[in-house]
């Protein structure tokens, strides 16, 4: 037995079957702890970066999300504005890292999270594109007051990424 998320669950995940059923669970708890906008955002955006480039096909997976580079890289809430951990983040190593990392080896865990970040942000890919727009618009904006222009050149093209999206 072990308890993930705040749920016995007989056993960790042993298949892919596995890994959709455990994410059905925990969304809905992890969803909960996600809630504001802002803790939403966060969450897609330091989460993918602390899973991306651990492998080629995890990659994949969250190449689907549609987050270009600017979007993610290096982002940690309590390194920004926000100033503090998310609540998300800080559920998935506590609630759900943690207990599968004792079960699984680093690469199963790695799958199961990215499992996990993309059903959060495919079962909400239209809040999560209005708000990645307002984001790279208001960046785009302050980089050009600024007069970064190769830096609002970036943030122009995640908005015509989310354009085609």
């Not at 990659?59 to 987050?67: K, N, P, Q, R, S």
């Not at 609540?87 to 998935?92: A, K, L, Q, R, S």
């Not at 079962?123 to 618009?137: M, V």
């Amino acid at each position: 037995m072990i308890t993930i998320a705040g749920m016995d669950v007989a056993r960790p995940p042993q298949s892919v079957e596995d890994v959709i059923q455990l994410t059905a669970q925990v969304m809905p708890a992890l969803l909960r702890q996600l809630s504001t906008e802002q803790d939403f955002y966060w969450f897609i955006i330091e989460q993918y970066d602390r899973l991306y480039g651990f492998h080629d096909t995890l990659d994949d997976m969250l190449e689907t999300i549609g987050l270009l580079e600017i979007e993610y890289e290096g982002q940690r809430s309590e390194t920004s504005y926000i100033g503090k951990p998310n609540p998300g983040i800080v559920f998935v190593e506590d609630q759900i890292r943690k207990p599968l990392s004792r079960e699984l080896d680093e690469g199963a865990t790695h799958f199961v999270l990215v499992g996990i970040l993309t059903a959060v942000a495919s079962s909400s890919a239209a809040k999560l594109l209005e708000i990645r727009r307002r984001h790279a618009t208001h960046y785009h904006n302050n980089c050009i007051e600024k007069g970064h222009f190769n830096m609002a050149d970036k943030w122009g093209e995640v908005l015509d990424a989310i354009d085609r999206q």
